[in-house]
């Protein structure tokens, strides 16, 4: 079983930046893939951006170029670095982490506003 925790989520005007970060604990070795979903009301759950343990990434499109996720060495901690925020990027982002066994865990959520 894994634990995500976020943290980093928060408040910031139209054109900053935010970094977020999630950290993971648990099952780590089973893990193969990280990433960042974000949701709002009324909304489906949406992919922004996901690493697997390779290095590749994938990004929305409505991210790419402005959003970059990475992990540390250890492949415990996953950073989304938003920079260019619009205030369409305003939700409650996830942090999700996929294991080999074919569970799937969830973070609690934090929370991003982007508004002047």
């Known amino acids: 079983q894994v634990q995500l925790v976020e943290s980093g989520g928060g408040l910031v005007q139209p054109g900053g930046s935010l970094t977020l970060s999630c950290a993971a604990s648990?099952?780590?070795?089973?893990?193969?893939?990280m990433g960042w979903y974000r949701q709002v009301p009324g909304k489906q759950r949406e992919l922004v951006a996901i690493?697997?343990?390779?290095?590749?990434?994938n990004y929305a499109d409505s991210v790419k170029g402005r959003f970059t996720i990475s992990r540390d060495n250890a492949k415990t901690t996953v950073y989304l670095q938003m920079n260019s925020l619009k205030p369409e990027d305003a939700a409650v982002y996830y942090c999700?982490?996929?294991?080999?066994?074919?569970?799937?865990?969830w973070g609690q959520g934090t929370r991003v506003t982007v508004s002047a």
């Open positions: 690493i697997n343990n390779g290095g590749s990434t």
């Open positions: 648990g099952s780590i070795v089973t893990i193969y893939a």
């Open positions: 999700y982490a996929a294991s080999m066994d074919g569970a799937n865990s």
